[in-house]
């Protein structure tokens, strides 16, 4: 079974600061990995997934995010917080193996961020 | 493109009526998932279809809720007899490569 945790529910920044976003997860198998971004009364988009190569991905919106295999996580990072960036992120894995062509995708709880002016 | 379209966006019901929400997938994709969201729980998988078969409908909560996938281009999840705790935000999403998300019905059983 896979699993995914975000440290921390809720995210405070100032505008131009480091954004960090946790993620760990847990998979018997390499995984797929993906943020998702969820702006008020709208649906998920992504925003950057690992599948294979370079551990460094980068997404839209100068975020990105590197797959640390040792350390099992997918920390989301941004070099400096807009306003526009406020928004609740979810982390996601997906058992690469799900069968019938397709994934699952395991979500977390979600990390809801705040930029402050 | 018009990506995944959900109806209605909003949904007002008593208790004890049928609810029926509805999805469009991208034309193409594959696989369809329904989610629901509430802020207990957060997003929860309740059923995908892979080519219109379900394939794992695990996440159904109970036998109120029932999901069909008629044809390639549609699919309805059903709630019969809601319940107020069935009140959440739910998701359709399709799938070839990566997922899309339909914008959400917002449920409120009353």
């Known amino acids: 079974a896979q699993s995914v945790t975000q440290l921390g529910s809720h995210v405070s920044v100032s505008e131009g600061a480091l954004v960090l976003l946790r993620c760990n997860y847990s998979s018997s198998v390499p995984p797929y990995l993906f943020w998702y971004v969820q702006y008020p009364n709208q649906g998920l988009q992504l925003l950057l997934k690992y599948t294979t190569g370079a551990t460094l991905v980068k997404g839209i919106n100068g975020f990105e995010a590197e797959f640390k295999k040792s350390e099992t996580s997918f920390h989301l990072t941004k070099p400096s917080a807009h306003m526009s960036d406020a928004a609740e992120y979810f982390c996601a894995v997906s058992d690469r193996r799900s069968g019938a062509g397709s994934y699952q995708l395991t979500f977390g709880k979600g990390t809801k961020l705040s930029v402050i002016p | 493109d018009a990506g995944v379209i959900q109806s209605p966006r909003h949904e007002v019901t008593e208790m004890g009526q049928e609810v029926t929400l509805r999805c469009k997938p991208i034309?193409?994709?594959?696989?369809l998932f329904w989610y629901r969201q509430t802020m207990m729980r957060g997003l929860e998988l309740l059923i995908y279809?892979?080519?219109?078969?379900?394939?794992?409908d695990s996440g159904m909560p109970e036998d109120r809720f029932s999901a069909k996938m008629p044809n390639a281009s549609f699919s309805t999840l059903k709630i019969q007899p809601s319940e107020p705790r069935d009140s959440a935000v739910y998701f359709c999403?399709?799938?070839?490569?990566?997922?899309?998300f339909g914008s959400g019905t917002r449920l409120t059983v009353v």
């Open positions: 034309s193409g994709h594959n696989s």
């Open positions: 279809f892979n080519n219109n078969v379900p394939i794992d």
């Open positions: 999403a399709s799938s070839s490569y990566g997922y899309t």
